[in-house]
């Protein structure tokens, strides 16, 4: 059964292109979301396996929305995603509960590693 996964990011461009990447890499999108607000709707909604969440979006933040979802479920999975040069909250992130980050642009063999780790 192919993991579910909710990918969070506020750029079009973003969500399409890691979508890409996890469907070759055998992953099931079933959701996605482009602020905070949005991304712990669904995660509600959608239980899914893994949330990839950007750091930076309108509304509510991706540290914000991880600790609003590890709320919901304190097991939940969250990856982050950063642009270069966002250490600090990267690290903010990892003390709230996510498991990595993978920095944007995606590597693509990176994306699928860190993704494969998270739900061993």
């Known amino acids: 059964m192919s993991k579910r996964i909710l990918i969070v990011d506020d750029a079009i461009f973003m969500r399409m292109k890691l979508k890409d990447i996890l469907e070759k890499g055998g992953y099931e999108v079933v959701a996605e979301a482009q602020n905070g607000v949005e991304a712990v709707e669904k995660f509600k909604t959608e239980n899914p396996d893994l949330v990839t969440m950007d750091i930076t979006m309108p509304e509510m933040d991706g540290i914000a929305a991880l600790k609003s979802i590890k709320e919901v479920n304190p097991n939940a999975k969250v990856i982050m995603c950063s642009a270069m040069g966002q250490q600090s909250m990267v690290m903010d992130a990892i003390r ?3 498991l990595d980050f ?4 995606f590597d693509n063999d ?3 590693q860190s993704i494969d780790k998270a739900l061993q």
């Open 110 to 112: 990176r994306v699928i």
């Open 102 to 105: 993978i920095v944007k642009p």
């Open 96 to 98: 709230a509960g996510a």
